[in-house]
C-alpha cells in the first residue's frame, strides 16, 4: 500500500500498469546500473584490468539493492550514482574497488535510460498491439452497416460503421509502426567518457582497442551504441519517443472526442460501458458520463505537452553537456510512457465493451441520408440534360424548407418534396427519383477499403 501521508504521483498508484511503474522503478533503475557494472568489469577482464574473481563478486552481489544506506550516503556525497557505487562496493569485498572503473556517470546512467525506454515501448507496443486487434473485430463486425457522416459536425454524406473505425485503426498501424522502429533502433551512449572521446578508456586499454571494447558490452547488453556522443547521448533521441508517444496520444484523443460526441443522447450510436454501480454525477443521479474517455482525453493533452520539454533538452544540450536536463528527465521519461500506457490500457477497455445502437444508427440514418442522396439526384438531373446551377437552387431549397421540418420535430419530408417537384420531373420521372434518394448505399467502397485496413491489421500485428 502506498505511503497516503505523503504526496504521490497519480502514475505512482493511480495510471499505468504494475509493469511500466515497476520497470521505472528506483530498484530497477539501479539494477540496471548494477548490471551495466557488471557488463563493464566483464569485459575488462579481458584487457587484464579486473580479474575473474573481482568480476564474479559483482555479479553474485548484483541485486542486493539496499535505497535505504544507498540514500543515506547520497546525503553526505550528494551524487546519486557515486552513492549507488559506494554501497555496491559495501557489499562486494573482492570486487568493490574496481567498479565504475574508466566510466562517467552518464555511460551507466544514459545507458539505462535507453534500455528503460526501450522496455517502456515493447510494454506499450504489446497494448498497442492488443488495442489493434480488438478494433479490427469491431471493423469487421460492422464493416457494411451505413451511418450518417457528419462533417463541421453536421449531418454529410452516409459512410459505415466499419469504415469510421477504420479511420482510427490507421491511425493507430502507423503508431504502432514508429514506436516499432523506434524500440528497435534505441541507442545508448555506450563508453565514452566524460566528452564523448573515450580518452579515460583509450589510457586504460589502448586507443586500438576502443571498438572491439564497445562492441562487447554492446553485445553483452543487447543495445546498440551510438557512434558519436557528448557526455550524454543526443537528447534528440528522446524528442523522437515523447513526440511519437504525443502521436499517439493524439489517435487515442481524436477516437475518445468522437466517442464522447457520438454517445450524447441526441446522437446516441456508441457509447462507454456503463456499469450497473457506477455512479455517473454525485448531484444527478441519471448522468451517465464518459469518464474513461474524458480520461482519455486528459491524459492525452498532457502528454502533448511534454515534447516541448524534451525539445528544449536537445537544444539546449550546450557543447558537450549540461546538467540542465537531468532532473526533469526524471519525470519526463517515466511519466512520458506511464502516461501513454494508461491511454492504451483505457482504450483497450473502451474498444474492449464498447456498446453500438444500431436503432440509433439507424434513426440517425433515415433522418438524414435523404440530404445526402440529393448530390445524388443533382448529378443525375445534369446528366438528363439540366442546368446544374439552377437545379442545384430548386434542390437547396427543398433542403432548407425539410431543414425546418426537422427542427420542429417532424419527419425529413425531402423525399416527398423532390419527387412531387414538377421542374424536376421536366427531366427525371418520380418513379426514377425516388429509386435515385430511397436506393441506398452511396457510400463508395468504403466497405472494401476498411476491410483492407482490418487485414493489414492482422497482417502486421502478431497473434496473441
Excluded at 219 to 236: A, D, I
Excluded at 259 to 264: A, D, G, H, P, T
Excluded at 421 to 432: A, H, N, P
Aim: hydrophobic residues 40%.
Amino acid at each position: 500500500m502506498p505511503d497516503f501521508d505523503t504526496y504521490l504521483s497519480p502514475f505512482s498508484w493511480r495510471y499505468g500498469t504494475p509493469a511500466m511503474r515497476t520497470l521505472w522503478s528506483e530498484t530497477n533503475k539501479r539494477l540496471l546500473w548494477r548490471q551495466i557494472w557488471v557488463a563493464l568489469a566483464e569485459v575488462q577482464t579481458g584487457y587484464g584490468l579486473v580479474t575473474s574473481e573481482q568480476a564474479s563478486d559483482l555479479r553474485s552481489h548484483m541485486t542486493e539493492i539496499n535505497l535505504s544506506r544507498a540514500f543515506e550516503i547520497e546525503s553526505e556525497i550528494q551524487h546519486d550514482l557515486m552513492a549507488e557505487v559506494y554501497t555496491y562496493a559495501e557489499q562486494c569485498p573482492i570486487g568493490g574497488g574496481i567498479i565504475h572503473l574508466g566510466a562517467t556517470s552518464t555511460d551507466i546512467e544514459d545507458n539505462a535510460d535507453a534500455l528503460r525506454l526501450r522496455s517502456g515501448l515493447e510494454l506499450l507496443l504489446d497494448s498497442l498491439a492488443t488495442l489493434l486487434r480488438t478494433m479490427a473485430l469491431l471493423i469487421e463486425e460492422w464493416v457494411d452497416t451505413p451511418l450518417i457522416g457528419f462533417t463541421h459536425l453536421q449531418p454529410a454524406e452516409p459512410s459505415t460503421l466499419g469504415y469510421r473505425l477504420a479511420i482510427y485503426g490507421q491511425d493507430l498501424m502507423r503508431d504502432y509502426e514508429l514506436l516499432k522502429d523506434l524500440a528497435s533502433g534505441m541507442k545508448g551512449k555506450g563508453f565514452k567518457g566524460a566528452v564523448g572521446t573515450s580518452a579515460s578508456y583509450a589510457e586504460l586499454l589502448g586507443v586500438d582497442n576502443l571498438i572491439d571494447f564497445e562492441n562487447m558490452i554492446s553485445q553483452k547488453l543487447g543495445l546498440q551504441f551510438f557512434l558519436v556522443t557528448t557526455q550524454v547521448y543526443p537528447r534528440k533521441q528522446d524528442y523522437e519517443v515523447i513526440s511519437s508517444l504525443a502521436g499517439l496520444g493524439a489517435s487515442l484523443y481524436k477516437f475518445a472526442f468522437d466517442l464522447r460526441l457520438l454517445q450524447s443522447p441526441l446522437v446516441g450510436e456508441l457509447a462507454e460501458k456503463f456499469g450497473e454501480n457506477q455512479v455517473g454525477s454525485s448531484a444527478m443521479p441519471f448522468k451517465r458520463n464518459p469518464i474513461l474517455s474524458e480520461k482519455v482525453n486528459s491524459l492525452a493533452r498532457h502528454l502533448a505537452t511534454l515534447p516541448r520539454v524534451a525539445w528544449d533538452n536537445a537544444a539546449h544540450s550546450l557543447l558537450e553537456r549540461t546538467l540542465d536536463d537531468s532532473a526533469n528527465r526524471r519525470i519526463l521519461l517515466p511519466e512520458a510512457c506511464l502516461a501513454a500506457d494508461e491511454l492504451l490500457l483505457t482504450a483497450i477497455r473502451i474498444v474492449s465493451n464498447l456498446h453500438v445502437d444500431a436503432k440509433a444508427i439507424s434513426r440517425n440514418y433515415a433522418t438524414f441520408a435523404p440530404f445526402a442522396a440529393s448530390e445524388r439526384l443533382l448529378m443525375a438531373l445534369v446528366k438528363a440534360g439540366a442546368d446544374r446551377q439552377a437545379i442545384h437552387g430548386y434542390i437547396r431549397n427543398h433542403s432548407m424548407k425539410a431543414w425546418e421540418t426537422i427542427k420542429r420535430g417532424g419527419v425529413n419530408p425531402l423525399i416527398e418534396d423532390l419527387c412531387a417537384d414538377r421542374e424536376l420531373q421536366l427531366y427525371l420521372k418520380e418513379i426514377e427519383i425516388r429509386s435515385i434518394l430511397e436506393g441506398g448505399g452511396y457510400i463508395g467502397d468504403a466497405p472494401e477499403r476498411a476491410r483492407g485496413l482490418m487485414k493489414a491489421i492482422r497482417k502486421t500485428i502478431p497473434v496473441e
